[in-house]
């Protein structure tokens, strides 16, 4: 208690506050933040080492079928819509541009751009989930979705292929729905984290010296472009593309 | 962790990051409309990703 009577002045009770956030911050099995903020990205790194090995597969299978079935991969590529895979790519590399910069003002400290950042990389996410629905709509239009809506006679008679190569069309695109789906949800699941880390980084939950989640989230954000960053080329860019193709 | 310690990297390294892997990916949907044979788009697609492995590591190298 000061002379005043007051049991703490203004100043010391933020340097409390501020004493206690960090304490509650570190976990008893780490000697300091610094350690706990290493493990917490190690952690993140092994997990993404399992989803390399996720994806790695799907990549794999469309890499032995496409040696396998060129013509009717490459002709099944063509009907899907570069233009929109393309532009959400674009959306994709500009989020992963502000989950970068949200990162770097964590560790500057700096609670009003991390918060501006976060939110920018959250809304492209929602930006490029609106985008990848309007191209499932298209191909839902177009009778691109084998078991459901899929015509083969069309395969035939406008793509030349034969009834036996109509089967790897199908092939070719369970691939894309399988791969593409499996990536949006990966893209939601972030789109999650992320505002979740936007509403406490509002409340000031981060600080220089503790930002890890930041930081874990970001891997995982970037991990998440970098597999559409593979998709594009794997399933809409395969064969030789005409304007105006589709 | 602040901004002045060695694992900090400038604004500007991650501007220009962003602009190259806009360009590569610019670059990538465009060859793809280029009639080449099989192994030309093989060659431009490691080439490709050979510049991101090697602007990965300067960048690295520039923190």
Redesign the interface.
């Known amino acids: 208690m000061n002379p005043n009577g007051q049991i703490l002045t203004p100043a010391e009770r933020d340097e409390l506050s501020l004493t206690v956030l960090a304490t509650h911050r570190l976990e008893e099995q780490y000697p300091s933040l ?1 350690h706990q ?1 290493e493990t917490a990205s190690l952690g993140m790194w092994l997990f993404l080492a399992t989803e390399v090995l996720f994806f790695g597969v799907l990549f794999l299978g469309v890499g032995v079928y496409r040696h396998a079935y060129p013509v009717e991969f490459e002709k099944a590529s063509e009907r899907l819509n ?1 233009v929109i895979g ?1 532009v959400n ?2 959306v994709l ?2 989020s ?2 502000a989950m ?2 949200a990162v ?1 003002a964590a ?3 700096r609670r009003g751009p991390l918060v501006g950042w976060l939110g920018l990389t959250a809304a492209l996410g929602l930006v490029f989930l609106a985008l990848k629905g309007l191209e499932y709509y298209l191909d839902y239009r177009e009778n691109l979705i084998p078991g459901w809506r899929f015509d083969e006679g069309e395969w035939v008679s406008r793509d030349g292929l034969r009834p036996d190569q109509v089967a790897h069309v199908k092939l070719f695109l369970v691939f894309y729905w399988v791969m593409t789906g499996l990536h949006g949800l990966h893209v939601l699941i972030g789109i999650g984290v992320i505002s979740t880390l936007l509403v406490l980084a509002r409340r000031g939950a981060f600080s ?2 503790s ?1 890890a989640a930041v930081e874990v989230a970001g891997l995982y954000w970037h991990f998440v472009d970098v597999v559409w ?1 593979f998709l ?2 794997t399933l809409y ?1 395969l ?5 105006g193709g589709g | ?3 002045s ?1 060695p694992r ?2 400038s ?1 500007r390294a ?2 220009m990051t ?1 602009a190259w ?2 360009l590569l ?1 610019l670059l ?2 465009g060859v ?5 044979p099989g192994a030309w788009h093989y060659a431009i ?1 490691l080439a490709v990703g050979r510049a991101r492995r090697r602007w990965w590591c300067c960048s690295s190298c520039t923190r």
């Open positions: 610094e903020h570069w393309g790519t674009l590399l500009t992963s541009l970068a910069l770097h560790a500057g400290g220089a010296r930002h960053l594009l080329p860019l064969g030789t593309h005409r304007l | 962790m602040s901004e310690s900090a990297i604004r991650y501007l962003f892997l806009v990916t990538t949907v793809s409309f280029v009639p080449l697609g």
